[in-house]
């Protein structure tokens, strides 16, 4: 049976793996400085710190990839905000730039946690109807709800966002 790296079980492996990646000092030196034997040293570095090193990369991705899920996550909690203000406010436009917004994040969300693969093609829909059925809880304005009902049917039917 093997016995295990004596740098690997030093109390001190990580100011060694740091000395090792930096290179400012000879193998030599860190063994004289830790009280190790050259050959482990040496074959720590060839053998551990490659690893070692794999797996700080993929613990600073993961950090990295949950900052910027965060990021995407604030993204949306802002459009959805947005479009509130907007639907509050009767700016239309606004309202319908910032659903299309809040599509764009849903997708990237769902890229970014695996649920499609990049590159995939994503068809979120949501019907004329559903959505007046949606803003009638919000908006008691007759005369805006019956605005914004013919311009999704327009949207629907292949129209432009004026």
Same mark, same amino acid.
């Not at 079980?9 to 400085?33: F, P, V, Y």
């Not at 794999?54 to 947005?82: G, N, P, R």
């Given at each position: 049976?093997?016995?295990?790296?004596?740098?690997? #079980?030093?109390?001190?492996?990580?100011?060694?793996?740091?000395?090792? #990646?930096?290179?400012?000092?000879?193998?030599?030196?860190?063994?004289?400085?830790?009280?190790?034997?050259?050959?482990?040293?040496?074959?720590?570095?060839?053998?551990?710190?490659?690893?070692?090193?794999?797996?700080?990369?993929?613990?600073?991705?993961?950090?990295?990839?949950?900052?910027?899920?965060?990021?995407?996550?604030?993204?949306?909690?802002?459009?959805?905000?947005?479009?509130?203000?907007?639907?509050?406010?009767?700016?239309?436009?606004?309202?319908? #730039?910032?659903?299309?917004?809040?599509?764009?994040?849903?997708?990237?969300?769902?890229?970014?946690?695996?649920?499609?693969? #990049?590159?995939?093609?994503?068809?979120?829909?949501?019907?004329?109807?559903?959505?007046?059925?949606?803003?009638?809880?919000?908006?008691?304005?007759?005369?805006?709800?019956?605005?914004?009902?013919?311009k999704l049917e327009s949207l629907?039917?292949?129209?432009?966002?004026?």
């Amino acid at each position: 049976m093997p016995q295990p790296c004596k740098v690997c #079980t030093h109390k001190d492996c990580s100011k060694i793996n740091k000395e090792l #990646t930096q290179q400012t000092r000879t193998i030599s030196d860190i063994a004289r400085r830790y009280g190790l034997p050259w050959d482990s040293v040496k074959r720590h570095k060839k053998y551990h710190l490659p690893k070692a090193l794999k797996k700080a990369k993929e613990v600073k991705e993961v950090a990295q990839a949950d900052s910027l899920l965060d990021q995407v996550k604030m993204l949306q909690t802002k459009s959805l905000s947005i479009m509130k203000r907007a639907e509050r406010e009767g700016d239309l436009r606004i309202a319908l #730039t910032a659903i299309r917004e809040a599509r764009g994040n849903l997708e990237l969300l769902a890229k970014l946690m695996g649920e499609i693969e #990049t590159g995939q093609q994503v068809v979120i829909q949501v019907m004329v109807p559903q959505i007046i059925q949606i803003l009638m809880h919000e908006i008691k304005d007759v005369s805006l709800l019956k605005r914004i009902s013919r311009k999704l049917e327009s949207l629907e039917e292949g129209g432009e966002l004026e």
